[in-house]
């Protein structure tokens, strides 16, 4: 089987109605097929049913191979594992002169995303208020977008971003209601007693996180739960 390398593609998109060669409107149609069925079924498990868009790269001119008989034609997606943004296709002629090539495409998945209703800062929490979904394409997107507003709200902001940026893990962690230095009230008890003792932070510490926490009045350092701003409670 002749195997042909990426030398004979170039990642330039194109209207399929250019190609004056049989072989690569070929090409074009049975990838364009296979794209269009591999990207549908990926989206219906998605659910709302997300449009999509298939381009597929120039491939070039100057390629001369067989044309193969439909029923020898096969198309694989070689990479990524989803058929979404930048994808390679493998096409395989199984016919008398047998070949194999890859196709390079992109596919646009449109989906409903968390962005920002405005500038958000450093540090910040994030509220309802600054966030909304809005569609954009997540095949440009890798795995950095978040589809929940629940997903985001609540979280604390790593970095500056402007308003209509998309939210995802890459910008966001959880929020530290406690930080390293901080004075803390360290709370111990059970159903019959309950001893608040003032403390402070050695660690930062987001809700329910285990800390390190130093009681100032004994100066011993105890691991603490963190519970709220400021709260921290140890078991009796």
Request: hydrophobic fraction near 40%; proline fraction near 5%.
């Amino acid at each position: 089987m002749r195997f042909i390398t990426g030398c004979a593609v170039l990642a330039i998109f194109f209207s399929a109605s250019a190609s004056a060669n049989p072989l690569i409107d070929q090409l074009i149609g049975v990838t364009s097929t296979y794209l269009e069925q591999e990207v549908t079924q990926y989206a219906s498990t998605l659910g709302g049913e997300p449009r999509h868009e298939v381009q597929i790269s120039r491939l070039d001119a100057r390629l001369r191979l067989p044309l193969c008989a439909e029923d020898a034609l096969s198309a694989q997606l070689e990479s990524p594992e989803i058929p979404v943004g930048r994808v390679t296709v493998r096409v395989t002629c199984n016919g008398p002169s047998p070949w194999r090539l890859f196709v390079p495409a992109q596919v646009s998945l449109y989906q409903q995303v968390v962005v920002s209703t405005r500038p958000l800062q450093r540090k910040s929490v994030i509220s309802a208020q600054d966030i909304r979904l809005a569609e954009r394409d997540t095949g440009l997107l890798g795995n950095n977008y978040l589809l929940d507003p629940a997903q985001a709200i609540g979280m604390q902001m790593k970095r500056n971003v402007n308003a209509d940026t998309v939210l995802g893990h890459a910008q966001l962690e959880q929020n530290r209601l406690v930080q390293r230095g901080d004075k803390v009230v360290i709370s111990a008890g059970n159903s019959s007693v309950n001893v608040r003792m003032p403390g402070e932070a050695l660690e930062d510490g987001t809700l329910g996180a285990q800390i390190r926490v130093r009681n100032t009045r004994s100066n011993r350092v105890v691991r603490a739960r963190v519970t709220g701003p400021g709260q921290v409670e140890v078991g009796m």
